[in-house]
């Protein structure tokens, strides 16, 4: 159980271009969705949390104009890199929690977007 | 400010070499800690979550036990299939998950 799908896995495109990325819980209803961008060696770092219904709630220093994020069924959240240049290349995941009192459920992991920006 | 650190940032063992890894977090209010294990090119896997000092969890080869400043994921007899990047979080007050950077763990036949 818990599973969560992220696709595409990976993108290769031109500097310029508006990527988007979808999440989907399988199984499971997923009242909150979480957006992480990891670097090489580095820890996971949350960008956005995104609740169904609602607008996301973006970390400081993350461009909520560059990443759009749309949660709108319980089962479906979307990230869009809009106008992406090569500093936006890296490896995005998402994540979900299965309850609406998200606070101690273990978020569970797609297995990550791979971006590079030529 | 919630923080994680884990050590040691890579571990090699043989087969069969048990041992430990360590993660130092700081956190306001411990909602959780959460250990996961990461392949190369794939999201984080959840492994155990620990509530409360003194809990401990097991699975298969694996175990978590949590003090209230750190936890450790001890790998007993390890195999290759056990190479991963372990991760450790903890979620605190402000119910988001901080991360630490990771131990990667190399079993070797």
């Known amino acids: 159980g818990a599973v969560v799908s992220q696709h595409p896995s990976r993108v290769i495109c031109k500097s310029g271009t508006s990527v988007k990325i979808e999440c989907r819980s399988l199984?499971?209803?997923?009242?909150?969705m979480f957006w992480y961008r990891q670097f090489p060696k580095k820890s996971l770092m949350l960008m956005a949390t995104s609740n169904e219904g609602s607008k996301a709630t973006y970390e400081q220093g993350v461009e909520k104009d560059k990443f759009l994020i749309n949660h709108a069924s319980l089962t479906l959240s979307t990230l869009t890199v809009t106008s992406a240049h090569p500093e936006d290349s890296s490896f995005y995941i998402c994540s979900a929690s299965a309850v609406l009192d998200y606070s101690n459920q273990p978020q569970h992991f797609g297995d990550g977007t791979r971006l590079s920006i030529l | 400010e919630d923080q994680v650190t884990q050590s040691p940032e890579a571990l090699r063992l043989q087969e069969g070499e048990s041992s430990s890894l360590n993660c130092s977090y700081t956190v306001s209010g411990l909602r959780g800690l959460f250990w996961y294990r990461q392949d190369p090119g794939k999201g984080p896997e959840f492994l155990f979550t620990?509530?409360?000092a003194g809990e401990e969890k097991e699975k298969e080869r694996l175990k978590a036990t949590l003090t209230k400043k750190e936890s450790f994921l001890h790998i007993t007899a390890p195999k290759p299939e056990d190479s991963a990047t372990y991760l450790c979080?903890?979620?605190?007050?402000?119910?988001?998950?901080?991360f630490g950077k990771g131990t990667k763990l190399t079993v070797n036949p």
């Open positions: 620990l509530y409360s």
């Open positions: 979080a903890v979620k605190g007050g402000s119910e988001k998950l901080v």
């Open positions: 199984d499971f209803q997923a009242t909150t």
